[in-house]
């Protein structure tokens, strides 16, 4: 993989109270990370949601694990079956769940058990909205976030 700054070491930035930016900690795990999306992306294919109000999001989406993010007429939602395909989502990659265990003790969670991931995929020059993080009756405590690819800014909401 080409990377200009592959001799940088990875590195820590708090945001806030149990908030964390662990730079480059998934950039060893890059290249098996894209194959098993790509497995995932076979299975449940990316899609752009339409949100409540009838808008597409401009964001394509996909899910593995027991739970998968989806909108609905009616709202937002955690469904353990892919609405596109009417099965179960498919298995969280082994790599996915080792890495976002090692992220959660690198950010003081030591305990936490990832069990769903909502992937994203952005074009880029597209815009990026606000990644609202709401709490519902089955959302976790934690939540961890992997974004890579092309410099962009996100702004998270809690």
Known sequence: MLDL?????????????????LHRFAFNAAEQLIRD?????????????????????????????????TTHRQGYLYSPIDPQTNKPWPAMP?????LCQRAATAAGYPDFQPDACLINRYVPARNCRCIRIKTN?????????FLWAYPRFFNLAA
């Open 37 to 69: 999306i790509n497995d995932v992306a076979s299975q449940s294919p990316f899609r752009q949601m339409v949100t409540p109000g009838g808008y597409t999001m401009s964001v394509a989406m996909t899910n593995c694990g027991h739970l998968g993010w």
């Open 94 to 98: 082994q790599s996915f769940h080792h």
């Open 5 to 21: 700054f592959a001799d940088a070491e990875p590195w820590q930035e708090p945001l806030a109270a149990g908030a964390v930016i």
């Open 137 to 145: 009756r089955i959302c976790a405590r934690q939540l961890f976030l």
